[in-house]
């Protein structure tokens, strides 16, 4: 998200962060309830254009926002939102997204609060790591056409009592609430998210082999220096990958296989 809408989330997310940090534990619920706004936004496409209407006064939506979440909602999510409606969004979809976006910052935020953000960020990698060579299971996952109860009852069966409650609540988020994405990218969002929160870029590095902990700890070390801050490594082996390591950060690959050597060859070659 950028320009006008990514400068609106970033205020409410400094806005909202010592709230977090208030609310402790309880910020899970604050993000449960952040994700029912969500899919109300989703739903009522009138009320979504409402309250991200740059001709409309910013006071008047905020006024909506508290008739709509009057009785129900705590107070925090309903001045949040008040404050999501009186600024200014470049289309009705950004505005939706930043409440999902603060729903996932409220959820990990409650993690964090016990010490376990990282544990989370960990599982929400391994879990997609488990759906690597599962085709039906990530299909099933991301299959609009079944329902949603169905949907959540594979996510109770793969990860059962074996994580985390916030890892377990957003791999249920995920498979629930699509909105037009698949479910194995959905948790490398949160997964990014969760590293952003611990100060960390996510490298993703797809090696043939196994790596050792030193070879770990020194490509660990050439990527912090090139990014200037901590770095978490997600490593998968495959063999596939012959001789050399793709690893990305973010929107940018370096794709050092022995395979992408041969291919850049052949093309100058072509060229």
Known sequence: MRGTSGASLAAAQERFEPVLQAAGTDALTLGEQLFAVVDALDESGALRRSLADPSRDGEDKARL????????????????????????????GDLVDAVERLGVDASLASAEARGALEAVEDELFRLTRVLVGQREARQALSDPTASRERRAALVDALVGDKVDPVTHALARRATTALRGRRFVPTLIWYGDVAAERRKRVVASVTSGTVLTADQERRLGAVLERAYGRPVQLNVTVDPSVIGGLRIQVGADVVDSTVLSRLADARRRLAG
């Open 65 to 92: 926002v508290s008739a709509v979440l009057a009785g129900g909602f705590d107070e925090r999510v309903v001045d949040l939102v008040s404050g999501l409606a009186r600024s200014r969004w470049s289309s009705d």
